[in-house]
């Protein structure tokens, strides 16, 4: 994706693009250009001010393309005196300053004039934009906007962020937005990650709440602990033990995931918590030893919603479909019944049990078992088919298990389906689980594979016998 900044349009000359939206966008400046007539001298720049900004642009323009860091960071902390478009957008053209301390001078300059009005407007069009438009560059505007004061600022972005959720592209735009944050590790970003798990993009979609999730475990700050705490509850199975491996590691309690217990901890000792200045990070899914809904191959399940998907092709026949079976079973027996789960299986070809995630009740049991003792194995390896197939159900997890490498299906190398499937895996975030049944020694083509493809997915790989 691009990473250089879009030019800011005009916020009075922007067109919408069609139907309600064009109207919702049209009411939604209208009304910050209301507030911004009440709310007094902030609101809008005077005709001394404008005057004043023309005189000192061209003099300010040379300084800000200057090769030396000192120049433009000069030319940042002059253009603060102008809380004008053109400065914004001359501000903004630094957010992403190859030098850190200029970029750092910018979001901060930005984040000192966000209780204004044509400020906030300015900010906002170029929000849009960069959102709408699937580029890069949106996460320093949004996380300034939801630091301000203004209620009307923060009222547009929520209708902002709806908007562009409900489009096609959106749930990316906004995961890419999430992974910027994650990337520049900055404290002051935790108000904004904290405002958007408080939006319907969180509630809808588990992608953006995991990489939330993320976002919170990437900043070294008290506050992020706090926020990450409090959303434990709300963000799904495999989001959860994310958040609560790395509360383990950053406070040395382990309490599991019971959100209850790290909640009185944090009443009773926020106070006294102090970030750690050096932490060692366990390997994934190492902290945690038992999950709420028992465990697949000694692994613990963490996740609400999971896929399992089970080879049978030839390969599989005598003791491996019978254990396979049986750690199957034993598994779908274990779960809680505010569980959902589904079953995938393969050989030439895959097939599922249902079309949709069940509940895991004792009805749903009693019928996984009646169509898993029922197979029967024969046939080669779609590997590829049964990942793919996987991938259309609403799922936290894919529990993936095979004993040979793929001999069929659209996709046979295993470094194309490790990519296609990255790839598919990118907005969902959904964790891959791969057991290899007799896998041969550790570095051959099938334990390769497997490990690759769980690691790369936010799994882990198990090696079994049988």
């Known amino acids: 994706m691009d990473s250089e900044r879009l030019g800011v349009e005009n916020a009075g000359t922007?067109?919408?693009?069609?139907?309600?939206?064009?109207?919702?966008?049209?009411?939604?400046?209208?009304?910050?250009?209301?507030?911004a007539l009440i709310a007094g001298p902030t609101s809008a720049p005077g005709a001394d001010t404008l005057e004043q900004f023309k005189q000192a642009k061209s003099d300010l323009?040379?300084?800000?393309?200057?090769?030396?860091?000192?120049?433009?960071?000069?030319?940042?902390?002059?253009?603060?005196?102008?809380?004008?478009e053109d400065a914004v957008r001359m501000i903004r053209t630094r957010v992403n300053d190859e030098d850190p301390g200029v970029s750092r001078q910018a979001v901060e300059i930005l984040r000192a004039m966000n209780?204004?009005?044509?400020?906030?407007?300015?900010?906002?069009?170029?929000?849009?934009?960069?959102?709408?438009?699937?580029?890069?560059?949106?996460?320093?505007?949004?996380?300034?906007?939801?630091?301000?004061?203004?209620?009307?600022?923060?009222?547009?972005?929520?209708?902002l962020l709806t908007e562009v959720a409900a489009s096609r592209n959106g749930a990316e735009a906004i995961i890419n937005l999430l992974d910027e944050m994650a990337a520049r590790r900055d404290p002051r970003d935790v108000i904004a990650l904290e405002h958007l798990a408080s939006t319907h993009v969180f509630d809808s979609h588990f992608g953006v709440r995991r990489t939330i999730v993320f976002a919170l475990t990437m900043i070294p700050s008290k506050e992020s602990v706090g926020v990450l705490i409090g959303l434990l509850d709300r963000v799904g199975g495999e989001a959860r033990a994310d958040g609560v491996e790395h509360l383990v590691q950053v406070t040395g309690e382990n309490f599991g995931l019971d959100s209850a217990r790290w909640q009185d901890w944090w009443r009773q000792q926020k106070d006294a918590y102090a970030y750690p200045n050096v932490m060692v990070r366990a390997g994934y899914r190492g902290t945690l030893s038992e999950g709420e809904?028992?465990?697949?191959?000694?692994?613990?399940?963490?996740?609400?919603?999971?896929?399992?998907?089970?080879?049978?092709?030839?390969?599989?026949?005598?003791?491996?479909?019978?254990?396979?079976?049986?750690?199957?079973?034993?598994?779908?027996?274990?779960?809680?019944?505010?569980?959902?789960?589904?079953?995938?299986?393969?050989?030439?070809?895959?097939?599922?049990?249902?079309?949709?995630?069940?509940?895991?009740?004792?009805?749903?049991?009693?019928?996984?078992?009646?169509?898993?003792?029922?197979?029967?194995?024969?046939?080669?390896?779609?590997?590829?088919?049964?990942l793919d197939l996987a991938f259309t159900f609403d799922t936290e997890a894919i529990y993936f298990l095979s004993d040979g490498a793929p001999t069929t299906g659209t996709l046979i190398a295993p470094v194309d389906i490790v990519a296609a499937v990255t790839a598919n895996n990118k907005l969902r975030r959904i964790s891959l689980y791969t057991i290899g049944v007799g896998a041969g020694f550790p570095g051959s083509p099938l334990d390769v594979f497997l490990k690759t493809l769980a690691e790369q997915n936010l799994g882990v790989y198990r090696r079994v016998d049988r």
């Not at 323009?61 to 004008?84: C, G, H, T, W, Y």
């Not at 009005?117 to 560059?137: I, Y």
């Open 293 to 386: 809904s028992g465990s697949y191959y000694e692994m613990p399940i963490f996740a609400e919603k999971m896929v399992f998907v089970l080879d049978i092709s030839g390969s599989m026949g005598g003791p491996r479909i019978v254990a396979a079976k049986r750690e199957l079973l034993a598994a779908i027996g274990g779960l809680r019944e505010s569980s959902q789960f589904g079953i995938v299986v393969f050989n030439d070809r895959a097939n599922c049990w249902q079309r949709q995630l069940v509940p895991a009740n004792d009805r749903n049991k009693q019928a996984a078992k009646v169509y898993v003792d029922g197979l029967g194995v024969g046939g080669s390896t779609a590997s590829y088919s049964a």
């Open 61 to 84: 323009m040379p300084l800000l393309r200057s090769k030396d860091p000192q120049d433009r960071i000069e030319a940042l902390k002059r253009l603060q005196n102008f809380p004008v």
């Open 115 to 159: 209780d204004n009005h044509e400020v906030c407007e300015t900010l906002l069009v170029a929000a849009r934009r960069a959102l709408r438009a699937g580029s890069s560059g949106a996460s320093a505007d949004i996380s300034i906007l939801l630091s301000s004061r203004l209620h009307s600022t923060q009222r547009a972005v929520d209708a």
């Open 14 to 35: 922007e067109i919408p693009v069609n139907g309600r939206r064009s109207v919702r966008a049209a009411a939604l400046f209208f009304l910050m250009g209301c507030l």
